[in-house]
């Protein structure tokens, strides 16, 4: 992308086309003679990685807008279908959702990237500014994508970060209601964001050729900081830093293939699985991770409009980078004050990031206030004066005296100290919504279906559903669920003719028919589990005034604080069993009579593991009161435990298949890596 | 480089070569759920599943429109006209043969379900219309007998029999 090329291909036909449209040429140049300095590091890899995931966010989202439906009475049962429903609508739908958190863990560590090593300064200053566009529209992107699914975290996420914008004086109710196009979060607003999230990709893509283009005049920037001066200082792009680019991909989709395939939920939030409700307000609303820095930021103002502008600033102060550090050195390598203010300020975004999952309130707020501070003065004050009285190390002559002078290697700890920034993040989430809820944790339990290679026990899916059938379906409906799933692999186990019967057994209303009346006809397997309440406020009515909820996706809709540092090893663990304890925990959980300093509201019951304790659900099941007929104890405890399964598996149906074939690209993944990394060595052995 | 052996050229070949194979079947594995995501999804088979039509209601000579996944199915309560019609009609004068007989089920001859669907290009032909008896292509003028074969135009196939049987004289389960 720098200019005419002089590539001539051999091929007549090839040299026809290239006459008229020099394609090859410019394909050619950019990426396979484009000179790339020898010494680049991993972190350069990031950029590379970044293009997959944009590509693969693009991909599986044309996908799953083939079966979505932007409606707000849809909208949450139609991405439950194509978990459900579609071939492999599972894969796509986590592939998209945890893609957006890989797709800012990577930017984030480009960013940093370029931070550290001064990517951002003269000659490339449009390079940097075209990269927080990139950055700013992802941002908007993935904000958008997060209401679709219209959970409790979408819609009141929206509602926040829209009600954002009415801090603008004079004109900012204006600018909220256009955004809406209503008087709320509705079906407008929905039916937009579905829209502009598809377009904004493209965007975001048009935005990178810039900032390819850019580079590729520019040039790369490399650790040591200096321009390449002769053809020893540079490889070829093709083959040198395509495989390492390619090696470094294939890591990171071990990474990424981690979350997607055995724990696909860990980054989002349990209040995502309940339907968007306009009347109550989840206890705790917090963004998306890669948000939480910025929520900080803006909570710690006590002013509004002060919060949304420090919010903002926060980020288009990076725009602006360029020309506040004015040092002649570029790479920090050679700065050691700068070097020592950098990694204190990765430590201040990390904070503000865990800060931005806790309440606001008290002596978290303070801490916010002083890091906030910390934020801005590391751009405005630090790196002007530093650029002014820091005294740089002797830079190398030239990149291949860099690669002579094999400079000390600190990646391994700076690795260590992202994944622990990350997890400390990622969890913070969970911690905050403890505190909420206060109380005693539920006992982990040991799931059958824990683990890489976890299945469902048949007996206790089987035995599950009895108890469901028995007793909670005489309040909860399970909307979710259809007759035929019963038959599904790695479901229950039941053959279809066992399915049809349980449909058969069930009154489904039907018509009109000829005559214009409704009429009940036996339930069939495409059916789905009826409801046991026609409406909501016959629900209500009752159950003294409480709705009982949908038990479709319980299991993965309640969940716990795990608290530090258990959550960074349920990374590790792959823990994704917070529902099922939660559930079994709350069946055995009730006390009567209540605690003595315990005020319990009239018709409610005291259960230790409800948040608030005071439920309007009495006891639900005591011992005996199902019959097994397989032998097992009919005890609360063995019902809890069974039920919990069963739960699981309306939740998350194709769990089986999911580790299944996760094992198989794990297997696949690290043998290719493997084979990549020799690979890469034998390229680069002609390098050195 | 001068000193590289052909044994490390081999090896380093094949390393390439390994490399670059389990990148092409990891690629295609991939395509396969991308692909496989468009088929119909398992809601909709379960849409599709056999349903019953009751024929009671239906009087000689009329018609009724029911669908099967999402296809409209047109079952003709027929005249003995229209029967006789079907019947003397030399078979091999058709354009696509056959007889009568082979579109029924036998001992409910008055019976016709075929599927309403123009074997031209997926109009809906009008029943009880065109010079036949039977149904008229409003969209290029195919027209079909009472037994739904093709009589005329650029059709070039009978209007298709669905799978169904009888549950009983006066019921259908079609699929």
Known sequence: ?????????????????????????????????????????????????????????????????????????????????????VNYGWLLRYLHSNGASMFFIAVYIHMLRGLYYGSYKEPREILWILGVIIYLLMMATGFMGYVLPWGQMSFWGATVITNLFSAIPYVGDSIVTLLWGGYSVGNPTLNRFFSLHYLLPFVIAGVVVLHVWALHVAGQNNPAGVEPKTEKDTVPFTPYATIKDGFGMVCFMIFYAWFVFYIPNYLGDPDNYIMA????????????????????????????????????????????????????????????????????????????????????????????????????????????????????????????????????????????????????????????????HGGPVPPSLS???????????????????????????????????????????????????????????????????????????????????????????????????????DLSLIAKARGYDRGFPQFVFDFFKQFQEKGPNYVTALLQGYVDPPPKDFALPAGSYYNTYFPGHAIKMPKPISDDQVTYDDGT???????????????????EPHLEARKRLGLQVMVFLIIFAGLMYFTKKKVWANAH | MTTTSSAEHTRRDFLFVATGAVAAVGTAAVIWPLISQMNPDASTIAAGAPIEVDLAPIAEGQDIKVF????????????????????????????????????????????LVVIGICTHLGCIPIAHEGDYDGFFCPCHGSQYDSSGRVRRGPAPLNLPVPPYAFVSDSKIKIG
């Open chain 1, 1 to 85: 992308m720098s200019g005419p090329s002089t590539y001539q291909p051999t091929n007549p036909a090839l040299q026809w086309i290239e006459r008229r449209l020099p394609i090859i040429g410019l394909i050619h140049s950019s990426f396979v003679a484009y000179p790339t300095p020898r010494n680049l590091n991993y972190w350069w890899t990031f950029g590379g990685i970044l293009s997959f995931m944009l590509g693969v966010q693009i991909v599986t989202g044309v996908i799953l807008a083939m079966h979505y439906t932007p409606h707000v009475d849809m909208a949450f049962n139609s991405v439950e279908s194509i978990v459900r429903d």
């Open chain 1, 277 to 436: 409700n306009p009347g109550v307000t989840p206890a705790h609303i917090v963004p998306e991770w890669y948000y939480l820095p910025f929520y900080a930021i803006l909570r710690s103002i006590p002013s509004k409009l002060g919060g949304v502008i420090c919010m903002f600033g926060a980020i288009l102060v990076l725009a602006f980078l360029p020309w506040l550090d004015n040092a002649k050195t570029r790479s920090s390598r050679y700065r050691p004050i700068a070097k020592q203010f950098f990694w204190m300020f990765v430590a201040v975004c990390v904070l503000l990031g865990w800060l931005g999952a806790q309440p606001a309130e008290g002596v978290y707020t303070i801490a916010s206030r002083i890091l906030t501070f910390c934020y801005f003065a590391y751009f405005l004050i630090v790196l002007p004066i530093l650029s002014r009285i820091e005294k740089p190390r002797t830079v190398p002559n030239s990149i291949a005296d860099d690669v002579l002078a094999k400079y000390g290697k600190k990646v391994a700890s700076a690795i260590v100290a992202l994944v622990l920034a990350g997890g400390l993040v990622a969890g913070s989430m969970q911690d905050a919504k403890a505190q909420e």
């Open chain 1, 447 to 549: 799931w059958s279906f824990a683990g890489p290679i976890g299945k469902f026990d048949r007996g206790a899916l089987q035995r599950g559903y009895k108890v469901y059938k028995e007793v909670c379906s005489t309040c909860h409906s399970m909307n979710l669920l259809h007759f035929r799933n019963l038959a599904d692999e790695g479901g229950p186990g039941f053959s279809t003719a066992q399915a049809q019967a349980v449909a058969s057994d069930v009154k489904v209303q039907d018509g009109p028919n000829d005559a214009g009346d409704m009429f009940d006809r036996p339930g069939r397997l495409a059916d789905k589990f009826p409801a046991p309440f026609p409406n909501e406020q016959a629900a209500r009515a009752a159950n003294g005034g409480a709705l009982p909820p």
């Open chain 1, 633 to 651: 104890p009919q005890k609360v405890d063995q019902y809890a435990k069974d039920v919990a399964t069963f739960l699981m598996w309306t939740a």
């Open chain 2, 68 to 111: 099967w996944r999402g296809k409209p199915i047109y079952i003709m309560n027929r005249t003995k006209k229209q029967i006789d019609e079907a019947r003397s009609v030399p078979t091999a004068s058709l354009p696509d043969p056959a007889s009568d007989q082979s579109r029924v089920k036998e001992g409910h001859d008055q019976w």
